[in-house]
DNA sequence: CCTTCTGAGTTAGACCTCAA
DNA sequence: TTGAGGTCTAACTCAGAAGG
């Protein structure tokens, strides 16, 4: 009946690599620490770490014995903290039970074997399954750990299967329909499973980005906004406000407040542009959408606040259009510190992982948002260049390095990658700049990075015809 | 079979302190 | 004045188990 379906998985995996078989552990305790802390967990981060954590601390335990005495002796509730140094209590009993279930059904063959034996009994799966924890994905996975040729019917499997042949499938149908689909192709199950499993758990495999339609990473967010309308805005910022002013007359801290504050700015922000509020909570990069269909990043502090910045998350910006600041007194007014493109308030930025706008540059917006002159000379070398300059704030460009300095923060770029460790690149600029550097090259160099940098600005402007 | 629960991990956003 | 280093909280995700 479904050997069409058979057929498409068959296509469907011709597209993907085809990766090696899981290693298998010498180590008895390891095929279970492995297989139960995989559960309901992302494997990467979380349970390779623990295991190497466990294999460089605790190599001496090695036997289904130990390792229930050592649970025993520190109490389950403690193992997992102190063995994988991982903060989850309850794993641990679930760790004891497994590995005992394990223990008096290894048949008197040594643990490995036996335990490869127990697993490949017909009740291996009911009986496994009788552990309060361990359900049909884990108790697949352990018998794959210990080198039974079986699916693992995880979220992965279980999509790459749906997708594939456009149809929901239980856990026991992507098992049956896998094994016989490993048949045809006589190839070991185990290693299809792992192969699915390593493409499917990448986020950036391309079969799910087709399937979920987001293709590129240019395609426009999905924009949800909820329905108030402009009266319920108004509505809702009064009160908002009247609370505020409440809850200050009531000497709570400002800091406190931090929900109303967001909350009164969007909705100041939604009236101002007759638009509306963002759906999502977290939603990216956004929080108010215009009616001409900006994208408005809202921020609001309160004035007593210590917060001198204003944060953008460099990962979400590309999705706003404009900035919108705004200071809320004590008593409830609103004032407007900024608004304006998202290109101007790049300008205001620094870069530091997040994205952050002194509060200070708001009052002076002049000096920051003139456009800066091109001068664009030919300078030293094959094509140094001033490509713009200000007050405190230019960048210089030429072939392979790009310089930005702003205040005492210098940043260089090299043929477009920024340079992480930048003292030793702008003594190399100076280099070939022939600017002369002192430092003999052992122990720190006193020299800062603001002033190499000043002395290859300088350098350049003296070279410049301008 | 489908829904709910679980709990560590991740992300977003706001604020704080210190130092140059 | 403002950059660099944090902390803190809440909301959300992930991937599986348990429950009705």
Redesign the pocket.
């Known amino acids: 009946m479904n050997n069409k379906d058979i057929e498409r998985i068959k296509q469907e995996l011709a597209s993907i690599p085809l990766v090696d078989e899981l290693t298998y552990y010498e180590n008895p305790c390891l095929v279970i620490l492995d297989a139960v802390m995989?559960?309901?967990?992302?494997y990467e981060?979380?349970v390779v770490p623990r295991l190497n954590y466990f294999k460089t601390n605790y190599p001496e335990i090695n036997t289904l014995d130990m390792l229930i005495n050592t649970i025993n002796k520190v109490g389950s509730e403690n193992f997992a903290s102190k063995f994988l140094n991982?903060?989850?209590?309850?794993i641990g009993k679930v760790i004891l039970d497994t590995a005992m279930l394990f223990n008096i059904n290894k048949n008197n063959f040594e643990d490995l074997e036996g335990m490869k034996y127990f697993a490949s009994t017909p009740n291996f799966y009911k009986e496994i399954?009788k552990v309060?924890?361990?359900?049909?994905?884990?108790?697949r996975y352990l018998a794959i750990l210990l080198g039974i040729d079986t699916v693992k019917p995880?979220?992965?499997i279980i999509r790459f299967i749906s997708q594939t042949i456009d149809r929901?499938v239980?856990e026991?149908e992507a098992v049956d329909l896998l094994t016989r689909t490993a048949k045809e192709m006589d190839e070991s199950v185990a290693r299809i499973d792992n192969s699915i499993w390593q493409f499917m758990?990448n986020p950036n495999n391309q079969l799910e980005k087709e399937k979920t339609g987001l293709m590129a990473n240019s395609e426009p967010i999905e924009v949800r906004v909820n329905k108030m309308t402009l009266f319920d805005i108004r509505k809702s910022l009064e009160e908002y406000q009247a609370m505020f002013k409440r809850e200050i007359q009531r000497n709570v801290p400002i800091?406190e407040l931090?929900h109303l504050?967001?909350r009164i700015g969007e909705l100041y922000v939604a009236d101002k542009v007759k638009g509306t509020m963002a759906f999502?909570?977290?939603?990216?990069?956004f929080d108010v959408f215009s009616n001409d269909d900006k994208r408005i990043s809202v921020?609001?502090?309160?004035s007593s606040?210590?917060?001198?910045?204003?944060?953008f998350?460099a990962?979400?910006i590309e999705f706003v259009d404009e900035v919108f600041i705004l200071k809320i007194d004590r008593d409830g007014e609103i004032q407007e510190l900024f608004y304006d493109s998202v290109d101007n308030a790049r300008k205001l930025m620094?870069d530091?992982g997040k994205l952050?706008i002194?509060r200070?540059?708001l009052s002076?917006l002049e000096k920051y948002l003139t456009d800066k002159v091109d001068i664009s000379k030919e300078i030293i070398g094959q094509n140094t260049s001033i490509l713009s300059m200000d007050y405190h704030d230019f960048e210089i460009k030429d072939m392979n390095f790009r310089l930005f300095i702003?205040?005492?923060?210098i940043r260089v770029e090299e043929n477009g990658v920024l340079i992480k460790s930048v003292k030793p690149k702008l003594r190399e600029i100076c280099g070939l700049l022939g600017i002369e550097v002192t430092y003999p090259g052992s122990g720190s160099d006193p020299t800062t990075n603001n002033s190499y940098a000043r002395k290859i600005v300088k350098k350049i402007s003296n070279s410049s015809t301008h």
């Open positions: 995989s559960r309901s967990r992302v981060t979380t991982y903060q989850f209590a309850d399954k309060n924890g361990i359900g049909i994905a884990t108790a995880d979220i992965h929901k239980s026991e758990s800091g931090t504050t967001g999502d909570t977290n939603q990216k990069g921020k609001t502090t309160s606040s210590g917060s001198h910045q204003f944060f998350n990962n979400t620094v530091r952050a002194s200070s540059k002076n702003n205040g005492n923060v």
